[in-house]
């Protein structure tokens, strides 16, 4: 296999948009699509809890319920949309482990490593990758209460002097060990996942190596974050318009009325029924731009909630007004709403692709960064080292050896027997 050569500077950081592409979006792109289903169906679950009939549910949300924690009133809605929540940061965190291990595989010249073998590592080894911060966590709160233990019993008299007044002068640098490990937790939540990828660590190792990091290259550690956050937040701006092009171009082809013409709005209008309430996020309105074609649409680029008054004038359904549609509304055919649900699964991935792409760089530019601090740190070449599977090949490899030597020297000796016997 051909390893990677890498810098071990901050030039190595720029590969990961490239990288990024293909296997690692991929990997992105279904943790984004499990999170979206387990979000619609918590949200429909809490809604329906709360007395909701399913088919006022699907008139108002659709497939794409917005600000589900606002939709949901009594606690036991808001115990499955926070579920959903939960369910979709480790899910999106796992696929994080996986391109990390994608990543290091194809430095060490693994370039067959599939997106399928990099979910199955990380659902075996997810145990460190979560419980390494909390550690982390648990470390922080331990302390914090104790000292509310001693600021509690420091209420009384001559206790005070014990509990407040003696023992001060390690409240101070406990204090302060305490700030630090706050610092190491916010860099354990975006460097575990290649911590454990990476070097293999278990959860002790994926704690310390937090703290490690941090503090042997507090520098290089703040620099290569802030570089790979800025190449996939203007990543991800380019791989968006690139993804709207392509809409656009579909919309100028399909939808000439010497194409398709009304055809081509009667599939879109089957998007606009499913996936009505889409224009609740900011950059990402698909509810604009499937009628786009039509000119009644254009995309959002306001906050959260907002939506463009042209926008507004969409399906009555959407939750982008309910006003009037400046789309001719078409009826479809059955073979057209066949055709739109297909059209409208595959635009909603398509627009998907784009946080995918973002959280794939995000992924593979901190297994880069790790690699190279840990190259710093340590002076130790992880691309080199063998992991787990390289170390069970070789065994294998000397077992058959061993297998193929023993197999020789039994041939070897009955051929001196049968010279004897002769």
């Excluded at 950081?13 to 619609?40: C, D, H, K, N, W």
């Excluded at 982390?136 to 007044?165: K, M, R, S, T």
């Excluded at 297994?367 to 340590?378: E, Q």
């Amino acid at each position: 296999m051909l390893e990677t050569q890498l810098y071990f500077n901050l030039k190595d950081l720029f590969q990961a948009p490239r990288l990024a592409l293909g296997r690692r979006t991929l990997v992105m792109l279904e943790a984004i699509f499990a999170s979206y289903l387990a979000y619609v169906t918590m949200t429909y679950v809490a809604l329906l809890i709360e007395g909701n009939s399913l088919g006022s549910i699907w008139n108002n949300f659709h497939l794409m319920p917005t600000l589900s924690f606002y939709l949901a009133t009594s606690a036991v809605g808001q115990v499955f949309i926070a579920l959903a929540y939960a369910f979709s940061i480790i899910v999106i965190w796992l696929g994080m482990t996986a391109v990390a291990k994608i990543t290091i595989k194809e430095y060490k010249g693994d370039l067959f490593y599939s997106s399928r073998d990099g979910w199955n590592w990380a659902m075996k080894n997810w145990f460190p990758v979560f419980f390494g911060p909390l550690s982390i966590a648990i470390v922080i709160g331990f302390f914090v209460a104790l000292a509310a233990v001693f600021g509690w019993l420091a209420q009384w008299p001559v206790l005070d002097i014990i509990f407040f007044g003696l023992l001060f002068v390690i409240f101070m640098p406990t204090a302060l060990f305490l700030v630090f490990s706050a610092l190491a937790l916010t860099t354990g939540l975006f460097m575990s996942p290649s911590i454990v990828a990476c070097a293999e660590e278990d959860t002790m190792g994926a704690m310390f190596g937090s703290y490690t990091l941090l503090w042997n290259q507090p520098v290089r550690l703040i620099t290569y974050t802030l570089i790979i956050v800025v190449t996939a937040f203007i990543g991800y701006h380019l791989f968006f318009l690139l993804i709207i092009s392509a809409f656009n171009l579909i919309d100028m082809v399909f939808g000439h009325e010497w194409v398709m013409g009304n055809a081509y709005l009667a599939v879109k209008q089957v998007g606009l029924d499913l996936f009505g309430g889409f224009c609740f996020l900011p950059y990402f309105d698909i509810h604009a731009h499937l009628c786009h074609g039509a000119g009644a649409c254009e995309p959002i680029l306001g906050g959260l909630g907002g939506c463009s008054p042209v926008a507004a004038a969409c399906a009555p359904t959407s939750g982008c007004g309910g006003c009037a549609s400046a789309m001719p509304m078409i009826s479809p055919t059955v073979t057209q709403t066949i055709s739109g649900v297909f059209v409208a699964i595959i635009s909603l991935l398509a627009y998907f692709a784009v946080p995918a792409y973002a959280l794939a760089t995000l992924a593979t530019g901190f297994a880069t960064s790790f690699i190279v601090l840990t190259k710093h740190k340590d002076d130790q070449d992880l691309i080199k080292r063998k992991d787990a599977d390289e170390r069970a090949e070789a065994e294998a490899a000397e077992e058959e050896e061993a297998e193929e030597g023993s197999t020789e020297s039994e041939a070897s000796e009955t051929d001196i027997s049968d010279d004897k016997e002769e």
